[in-house]
Nanobody
Framework: VQLQASGGGLVQAGDSLRLSCAVSGRSFRNYVMGWFRQAPGKEREFVARIHWNSGYTVIADSVKGRFTIARDNAKNTVYLQMMSLGPEDTAVYYC???????????????WGPGTQVTVPA
């Protein structure tokens, strides 16, 4: 399984950004996709997750109301739509795949290389 995240960049406070994570090498769909982020000097933080089959989602309280997660079955891609970005959202964002519907990073089996999102103060 390979994950490739894209869509990060330098944006201004208040802007929106959509991250994409293309998944390849997976032959069945009973799995979970998650987005995590890690800011400098901080631990990796859960952001959102989606169960691929059901489409059920969970968003972290820290970004609820601003971020959403969705998937495109035909494109084998999961998205993280981010709105009203602020400096506190600056981090490397990672997509990950696992078998357990959890926000615990250690439960995910496969990780993409991450994409940087920077929102200057």
């Amino acid at each position: 399984v390979q994950l490739q995240a894209s869509g990060g960049g330098l944006v201004q406070a208040g802007d929106s950004l959509r991250l994409s994570c293309a998944v390849s090498g997976r032959s069945f769909r009973n799995y979970v996709m998650g987005w995590f982020r890690q800011a400098p000097g901080k631990e990796r933080e859960f952001v959102a997750r989606i169960h691929w089959n059901s489409g059920y989602t969970v968003i972290a309280d820290s970004v609820k109301g601003r971020f959403t997660i969705a998937r495109d079955n035909a494109k084998n891609t999961v998205y993280l739509q981010m709105m009203s970005l602020g400096p506190e959202d600056t981090a490397v964002y990672y997509c990950a795949e696992g078998q357990t519907f959890t926000g615990r990073a250690g439960a995910y089996d496969y990780w993409g290389p991450g994409t940087q999102v920077t929102v200057p103060a």
